[in-house]
């Protein structure tokens, strides 16, 4: 079965959960229901791995320090492009080569999402003009100043426009169960949302 390679941005400052609940969702899911099919990634539908600008750690809000997977120049094609938010995305904001990094990311993409106030990235990458889309409800205004043609939605948790946003933090695990039921089907996405004990609040 070929896989769909989902990549996950970090950075320092990242949130935790932002990235953690995206991976959680797309590295368990898996074709063949049941807690079973999970000690395998036989019928995974998604390759699942993080990308930072280099191979060194990155420390996340709250101090935890993380090895990526890959670096910028090593990763493999990203299918599923993932940008979480957290206090690192202010500094980010003004980064070139980040911001240039997600520009050509997403072009590349086949579906690019983001998380929280990944989402603030995204738009000032101007990747989101136009568009419909949400972040953290303390970034909602910053969002819309970053670019005032985003149609902002304010009591979104999910919102799907050609590029998928999602609110902040927990919200992370619904938008990345809106992929899976999208690409793998509404049956898929539930088994998994039920495998990781979560109630989703996607739709």
């Known amino acids: 079965m070929t896989k769909r390679n989902v990549g996950i941005l970090i950075f320092n400052d990242v949130e935790v959960l932002d990235f953690a609940g995206p991976f959680e969702v797309f590295s368990r899911t898996r ?3 049941g807690a079973e099919s999970r000690r395998s990634d036989e019928s995974a539908p998604f390759c699942v791995f993080t990308v930072a600008r280099t191979a060194e750690s990155v420390t ?3 101090g935890m320090r993380v090895l990526p ?3 910028w120049e090593t990763a493999p094609p990203i299918e599923i492009l993932v940008v979480p938010g957290g206090f690192g995305t202010r500094s980010l904001l003004r980064d070139e080569p980040t911001l240039a990094w997600i520009k050509d ?3 590349r993409a086949s579906i690019t999402t983001s998380v929280c106030t990944g989402a603030l990235l995204l738009a000032q990458a101007g990747l989101l003009r136009g568009r419909r889309a949400t972040t953290h409800w303390a970034a909602l205004d910053l969002l819309n100043a970053i670019d005032p043609t985003i149609q902002v939605q304010r009591t979104a948790r999910v919102v ?3 590029v998928v946003t999602s609110a902040g933090v927990s919200a992370g695990i619904d938008m990345s169960l809106a992929v899976v039921a999208r690409l793998c ?13 979560y109630v989703p609040q996607y739709q």
């Open 31 to 33: 074709l063949v229901a």
């Open 60 to 62: 996340t809000t709250g």
């Open 69 to 71: 997977t890959h670096s």
């Open 105 to 107: 990311a997403a072009a």
């Open 160 to 162: 799907s426009d050609t």
């Open 185 to 197: 089907g509404t049956d898929v996405a539930r088994e998994t949302a039920h495998y990781i004990e």
